[in-house]
Each structure stands twice: as C-alpha cells, then as structure tokens.
C-alpha cells in the first residue's frame, strides 16, 4: 500500500508563487499517473492536473493552464506542482493522488485514483 505525502503548502500573496510536492513510499510512483486535486470546504474535490508515467504527458484544469505545471522525478519518488500568478481562488487543500494499474493514463476524474495524500492547505490572500 502506498503512503503519500504532501507538503509546501502555506499563506502567499495573490500574484505571487508556491511549489508543493508529495512523496510516497511503501511504493514506487514509477510507471504509475500521478494526479492533484483540490477541495475546499462544501464543494466537491476539483481537478488540478494530471501526469503520465513517463513525465511526457500532462492534463491540466482550464482554470490553471498556463499558471501551473505539473512534474515528477522518479529518483525521487516525488510528484511537484509548481503554481504561478496564484489568485484568491485557487486557496484549497491540494491533494495528490496516484492511479492503481501501471501504465494507466493520467485521469481528471477522483473516482480512477485509489491513493491518497492527506492534502496541504493553500491560502492566497489579496
């Protein structure tokens, strides 16, 4: 079973940047999507951006095309997404989240990730 967990996550200004990354463990992310997610209270959990297994094919969310980017390094077993010209709108809890089967192709949907970090809380204030 893999563990994994998030962090970098923390108050900024809106305009301004944040990279928050996840490492799993018990488990290779190799060869495996990777996928964030954010959710804040009373609404559903939204998709941010996806990634294949190879780092070659990325999804992203309209609302967050060309601010964020989505990157793995395997070495490393960590997933990052680095988050430019934040605005008040994107404060949520990011969560990462990883497909089960190897090979499957990164996913915009929650119900295709079984794995789940704990998230960590973004806040973006004017």
């Known amino acids: 079973q893999v563990q994994m967990v998030e962090s970098g996550g923390g108050p900024v200004q809106a305009g301004e940047s944040l990279r928050v990354s996840c490492v799993a463990s018990g488990r290779t992310f190799s060869g495996y999507a990777l996928g964030w997610f954010r959710q804040v209270p009373g609404k559903e959990r939204e998709f941010v951006a996806a990634?294949?297994?190879?780092?070659?094919?990325?999804i992203y969310a309209d609302s967050v095309k060309g601010r964020f980017t989505i990157s793995r390094d395997n070495a490393k077993n960590t997933v990052y997404l680095e988050m430019n010209s934040l605005k008040p709108e994107d404060t949520a809890v990011y969560y990462c989240?990883?497909?089960?089967?190897?090979?499957?192709?990164?996913?915009?949907?929650?119900?295709?990730?079984?794995?789940w970090g704990q998230g960590t809380q973004v806040t973006v204030s004017t």
């Open positions: 990634i294949d297994w190879s780092g070659s094919g990325t």
């Open positions: 989240a990883a497909r089960a089967q190897r090979w499957d192709s990164p996913s915009r949907y929650t119900r295709d990730y079984p794995a």
